[in-house]
């Protein structure tokens, strides 16, 4: 045994990571593991845009960190590199209104914005659908996390005109992929009845990931993000444990993984131990939150906040705090409990109160310190 204490201790200049990037949420990796049958099916859908035909639509639902974004990006990669089909994702966390999401369209074909103003939808569409006619271009559209575009009253709308671009334009081919991870959006159900006749599509499911599966996973971003030795089986099978706690959510098991990191960074230690997974969980276990929280605008973040202050209370006495914050009235109050609500960052129950009748009482889905933490 040596008698060296700074034995197994980094240096100034060293790191436990060979490279960090791969613990970032949009790295692809080289083997897209355990969705074999998902990516079939999804290709099967997709194979008459490579014939210069309108493609099937499709609708892949699933929990999570289940692999459904690393699924398209993977297939929109080989589309656009090995044939001419136009494939385009669009984030509805940030584009949630059938303008934003035109405008990402036409950004993406164009390779250029839109301009900021001046424009009607009316325009933006009809240079999409032109350029797509006369490039004869086949379009595919994955429009993921599409069930923000439902909390925004704008998916029929968008749907609705893409599905029915060939009829407003002759000649215009578009596919949709819609990616949901809102397991209790029926998301057929939720359209409009014009938006049904025409929308008739596959349905792909992504299920949760087991702890195995997990391992396997997780295990090829550990072999390329860590130096040899880093992390050991152990600290893997714990990784995997606390992952398969949060629904499988890969997200959270690839975060940890880069915490636990730094972590033993932090420690001057080699090699990732038990406590610095322990440690980093505390943090990681909230990467919904987060995420959810990061896209919320002003005034929905604003009653996020005041919900964390009075969690647990009636609507209506919520309200009065959150109108002397904002002075927003209580339409848009109760329509941002509903989106709230849906994200599931609250729950918003209703209770009958006595000579009162029924009110709906707002609770936190999360430790309120950690809410205000992230906002």
């Known amino acids: 045994m040596s008698d060296d204490p700074e034995e197994g201790m980094l240096g100034w200049d060293e790191s436990v990571f060979r490279d960090e990037h791969v613990f970032e949420i949009d790295w692809l990796p080289e083997t897209f593991k355990h969705r074999e049958t998902q990516m079939e099916t999804l290709k099967y859908s997709l194979r008459p845009a490579v014939r210069g035909s309108r493609p099937l639509n499709v609708i892949a639902r699933g929990p999570p960190g289940t692999g459904k974004t690393t699924a398209s990006q993977i297939l929109f990669d080989e589309l656009t590199a090995q044939t001419d089909v136009q494939a385009v994702r669009v984030n509805c966390q940030v584009d949630s209104t059938r303008y934003a999401v035109f405008s990402r369209l036409f950004a993406e074909i164009f390779e250029y914005e839109p301009p900021s103003s001046g424009i009607s939808f009316k325009k933006l569409f009809s240079q999409i659908t032109d350029k797509l006619v006369e490039e004869d271009e086949v379009l595919v559209v994955a429009l993921d996390d599409v069930n ?197 960052i609250i729950d918003a129950d209703y209770t009958e109160v006595e000579g009162r009748g029924r009110s709906r009482r707002l609770t936190l889905n999360y430790d309120a310190d950690a809410v205000l933490e992230r906002l």
Do not use: W
């Open 148 to 344: 923000y575009l439902f909390y925004e009253s704008e998916a029929s709308d968008t749907l609705y005109s893409l599905l029915r671009a060939h009829e407003a334009h002759s000649g215009a081919k578009i596919g949709v992929i819609c990616i949901s991870s809102d397991l209790e959006l029926d998301v057929i159900e939720a359209l409009d009845t014009r938006v049904q006749s025409v929308f008739r599509p596959e349905e792909v499911y992504f299920n949760q990931y087991g702890q195995s599966e997990i391992v396997d996973i997780l295990e090829e971003r550990v072999e390329r993000g860590f130096n040899e030795g880093v992390v050991g089986p152990e600290v893997l099978d714990r990784v995997a444990e606390f992952t398969e706690e949060q629904g499988g959510d890969l997200r959270v098991g690839i975060d940890l993984l880069r915490r636990a990191g730094m972590n033993a960074e932090m420690r001057a230690s080699r090699s990732v131990e038990l406590e610095d997974v322990e440690s980093a969980y505390d943090k990681s276990k909230y990467v919904h939150l987060s995420r959810r929280l990061r896209e919320l605008s002003d005034s929905e973040a604003a009653l996020a906040e005041v919900i964390a202050a009075h969690d647990g209370q009636r609507a209506g006495d919520i309200y009065d705090a959150f109108n002397d914050a904002t002075g927003l009235g209580y339409t848009r109050y109760s329509e941002i409990i509903n989106k709230l609500d849906q994200l599931d």
